[in-house]
C-alpha cells in the first residue's frame, strides 16, 4: 500500500490514505495522554509495542471468528486496517473491579465479579466520554438495535478469548474497551487497538499493573511494564 495524505491525528495515532480507497493506515505514536488529554506524557516505544500486540491480537480474534479492521501489518507502526467509520461508542468489559468502576460505586480495586459487566460510554472528548445505556444510544442514533446486538456479541466473545490468551501468560485481564467500525458496505467489525493503553493487565501472582495506569498513576514504570507485556505475548 502506498502511503497518501493524513487524514486524521488522534491522541495516540495517526491516520493516512492509501492508493486504496478501501484502506487506510495507522501509525502509533508514543504519546500518551490520560483524565481526557488532561495528562500528557510519551512512554517510549509504546507505539511500536501497540502496533504490534494489537496486530497479534486481531489475527489470533478474527481466526476465532470476530470480524476485525487489520489487513497487513506494514513496519514496527504502521498497520494497513479496513477503512471504517468508527461507532462513537467506547465498549467497555470488566472482570474485575478498578478504575472508574471502583470510584463511581466507591468499592475497592480488585473485587474479581461472578459474571462481567459490560457498559457504553459516548465517545466525545468535549463531553468527556459520558456512560450511557443501549437506549441512550438509540435515542442518539449512535447505533442501531441490530449493530448494538452484534456489537454486544463480538465484545463478549473478545473477553472469552482475550481472558484466556492472557491467562496463558500470568495475566489477569481486568477491564478493557473496544470500539467497532462499519466498513463501506455497512460490516461491523473491530476497530481501533488492544494494548496495555486500553486494557489493565495484572500480574496473576504479584498483582503488579503491566498497563497504562502506571502512566495514569504516576507509578513509573511503564515503559518496562509494555514491554514485559510484549514479550510474554510475543516471545520477546
Ligand atoms: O477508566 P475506566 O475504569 O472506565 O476504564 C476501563 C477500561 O477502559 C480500562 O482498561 C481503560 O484503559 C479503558 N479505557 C480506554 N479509553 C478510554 C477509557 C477507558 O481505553 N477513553
Same mark, same amino acid.
Given at each position: 500500500?502506498?502511503?497518501?495524505?493524513? !487524514?486524521?491525528?488522534?491522541?495516540? @495515532? #495517526?491516520?493516512?490514505?492509501?492508493?486504496?480507497?478501501?484502506?487506510?493506515?495507522?501509525?502509533?505514536?508514543?504519546?500518551?495522554? %490520560?483524565? =481526557? $488529554?488532561?495528562?500528557?506524557?510519551?512512554?517510549?516505544?509504546?507505539?511500536?509495542?501497540?502496533?504490534? +500486540?494489537?496486530? =497479534?491480537?486481531?489475527?489470533?480474534?478474527? *481466526? #476465532?471468528?470476530?470480524?476485525? *479492521?487489520?489487513?497487513?501489518?506494514?513496519?514496527?507502526?504502521?498497520? /494497513?486496517?479496513?477503512?471504517?467509520?468508527?461507532?462513537?461508542?467506547?465498549?467497555?468489559?470488566?472482570?474485575?473491579?478498578?478504575?472508574?468502576? /471502583?470510584?463511581?460505586?466507591?468499592?475497592?480495586?480488585?473485587?474479581?465479579?461472578?459474571?462481567?459487566?459490560?457498559?457504553?460510554?459516548?465517545?466525545?472528548?468535549?463531553?468527556?466520554?459520558?456512560?450511557? =445505556?443501549?437506549?441512550? %444510544?438509540?435515542?442518539?442514533?449512535?447505533?442501531?438495535?441490530?449493530?448494538?446486538?452484534?456489537?454486544? @456479541?463480538?465484545?463478549? +466473545?473478545?473477553?472469552?478469548?482475550?481472558?484466556?490468551? +492472557?491467562?496463558?501468560? $500470568?495475566?489477569? !485481564?481486568?477491564?478493557?474497551? !473496544?470500539?467497532?467500525?462499519?466498513?463501506?458496505?455497512?460490516?461491523?467489525?473491530? /476497530?481501533?487497538?488492544?494494548?496495555?493503553?486500553?486494557?489493565?493487565?495484572?500480574?496473576?501472582?504479584?498483582?503488579? #499493573?503491566?498497563? @497504562?495506569?502506571?502512566?495514569?498513576?504516576?507509578?513509573?514504570?511503564?515503559?518496562?511494564?509494555?514491554?514485559?507485556?510484549?514479550?510474554?505475548?510475543?516471545?520477546?
Amino acid at each position: 500500500y502506498e502511503k497518501k495524505e493524513q !487524514l486524521y491525528e488522534g491522541k495516540a @495515532k #495517526k491516520v493516512y490514505a492509501t492508493d486504496d480507497p478501501e484502506v487506510v493506515i495507522v501509525s502509533y505514536k508514543d504519546d500518551a495522554t %490520560a483524565f =481526557n $488529554g488532561l495528562k500528557k506524557g510519551t512512554i517510549s516505544g509504546k507505539g511500536a509495542i501497540n502496533n504490534r +500486540m494489537t496486530n =497479534n491480537l486481531m489475527r489470533r480474534l478474527e *481466526h #476465532k471468528g470476530v470480524p476485525t *479492521h487489520y489487513v497487513e501489518e506494514l513496519n514496527d507502526r504502521e498497520t /494497513a486496517v479496513k477503512k471504517v467509520s468508527i461507532v462513537p461508542l467506547e465498549v467497555i468489559v470488566r472482570n474485575i473491579s478498578a478504575g472508574s468502576f /471502583a470510584k463511581r460505586y466507591g468499592v475497592e480495586e480488585g473485587i474479581v465479579f461472578d459474571e462481567p459487566t459490560f457498559e457504553f460510554s459516548y465517545k466525545n472528548d468535549d463531553l468527556g466520554d459520558p456512560l450511557l =445505556n443501549t437506549s441512550h %444510544a438509540l435515542a442518539l442514533k449512535l447505533a442501531t438495535r441490530e449493530e448494538i446486538a452484534l456489537i454486544r @456479541k463480538y465484545t463478549m +466473545m473478545v473477553n472469552d478469548l482475550l481472558k484466556g490468551f +492472557m491467562k496463558e501468560i $500470568g495475566i489477569d !485481564l481486568v477491564d478493557f474497551k !473496544l470500539e467497532f467500525g462499519k466498513t463501506s458496505d455497512g460490516t461491523i467489525v473491530l /476497530a481501533d487497538e488492544i494494548s496495555p493503553d486500553t486494557c489493565r493487565l495484572w500480574d496473576e501472582k504479584t498483582h503488579e #499493573k503491566l498497563d @497504562k495506569d502506571r502512566f495514569r498513576r504516576d507509578l513509573g514504570g511503564a515503559e518496562e511494564a509494555y514491554e514485559e507485556v510484549m514479550r510474554r505475548l510475543m516471545g520477546e
